[in-house]
């Protein structure tokens, strides 16, 4: 149970890296706003998918 916990983490962390890179390498000097909407924005699938892999117990 808790080693899939670390993998499930460990593969979002991986996903918020490569689409952190992807989303500032376009844009350096993106502004504070953009990046709260981003962890905003990222949170929110996480928490939708956490949901998803509990109804369906992935």
């Known amino acids: ?3 899939e916990e670390i993998i499930k ?11 952190f890179v992807i989303f500032f390498s376009k844009n350096i000097k993106a502004n ?6 981003y962890l905003l924005m990222f949170t ?5 998918t956490n949901y998803i892999f509990d109804q369906f117990d992935i």
Not at 44 to 48: H, S
């Open 44 to 48: 929110a699938m996480r928490v939708v």
């Open 1 to 3: 149970m808790i080693k």
């Open 32 to 37: 504070w706003k953009a990046f709260i909407l």
């Open 9 to 19: 983490d460990g593969i979002w962390v991986m996903l918020m890296t490569i689409t």
